[in-house]
């Protein structure tokens, strides 16, 4: 069969792209009431296995930013965040203290199958306040508190991955260290 033979194929009478304009029209009308402005009472503190998050922006709270989640996290002194990954790349930029990452980059090879694999041996990054730490990918990782400081951090990682391809890859290795009492 030749291509133009194949090209008259297919069933008729989708209406996808038609679909698609209605639902961007309709986005685009209901764009005002997501919020543009989220203050510092209304954003959303959370005690996880993560550690203790306070959230700026996330996929589920109705904020005007629909490509980022961006928390800030405390690490007490001595303590460190959860271990674990996720398919979409993430940034961290150090407000306070001082401590270290620990980043297991993954090893991907592609025979007959794929697979995954992690470094045995994490790369050690010390950083302190004003230093910028990017994560690539599909790391595994986590952050440490030194053992004098309190450590602020702000994280952002894409929610493109999520919604456009419909996983975010997060796997939650170990749960971060417990919150002190009274902080």
Request: glycine letters at 8%; proline letters at 3%.
């Given at each position: 069969?030749?291509?133009?033979?194949?090209?008259?194929?297919?069933?008729?009478?989708?209406?996808?792209?038609?679909?698609?304009?209605?639902?961007?029209?309709?986005?685009?009308?209901?764009?005002?009431?997501?919020q543009s402005l989220v203050?510092?009472?209304?954003?959303?503190?959370?005690?996880?296995?993560?550690?203790?998050?306070?959230?700026?922006?996330?996929?589920?709270?109705?904020?005007?930013?629909?490509?980022?989640?961006?928390?800030?996290?405390?690490?007490?002194?001595?303590?460190?965040?959860?271990?674990?990954?996720?398919?979409?790349?993430?940034?961290?930029?150090?407000?306070?203290?001082?401590?270290?990452?620990?980043?297991?980059?993954?090893?991907?090879?592609?025979?007959?199958?794929?697979?995954?694999?992690?470094?045995?041996?994490?790369?050690?990054?010390?950083?302190?306040?004003?230093?910028?730490?990017?994560?690539?990918?599909?790391a595994i990782h986590q952050?440490?508190?030194?053992?004098?400081?309190?450590?602020?951090?702000?994280?952002?990682?894409?929610?493109?991955?999520?919604?456009?391809?419909?996983?975010?890859?997060?796997?939650?290795?170990?749960?971060?260290?417990?919150?002190?009492?009274?902080?």
């Amino acid at each position: 069969m030749r291509e133009s033979e194949r090209f008259e194929l297919g069933v008729r009478g989708a209406n996808h792209y038609s679909q698609a304009l209605k639902e961007s029209q309709s986005f685009s009308s209901s764009k005002g009431q997501f919020q543009s402005l989220v203050r510092a009472e209304d954003q959303q503190w959370e005690d996880s296995v993560h550690g203790l998050l306070k959230h700026l922006t996330n996929g589920a709270m109705n904020t005007a930013e629909f490509a980022l989640n961006v928390y800030q996290q405390v690490i007490e002194p001595g303590g460190f965040s959860g271990k674990h990954r996720h398919l979409s790349e993430e940034v961290v930029f150090i407000l306070e203290g001082s401590g270290y990452d620990l980043h297991w980059d993954p090893v991907f090879s592609a025979d007959e199958h794929y697979d995954w694999d992690w470094q045995t041996t994490p790369n050690r990054f010390e950083w302190t306040a004003g230093d910028f730490v990017y994560v690539p990918p599909n790391a595994i990782h986590q952050h440490f508190a030194g053992e004098s400081s309190r450590v602020r951090l702000i994280s952002a990682t894409s929610q493109v991955v999520k919604t456009l391809m419909g996983t975010d890859g997060l796997v939650q290795l170990e749960k971060g260290s417990e919150r002190l009492p009274g902080n």
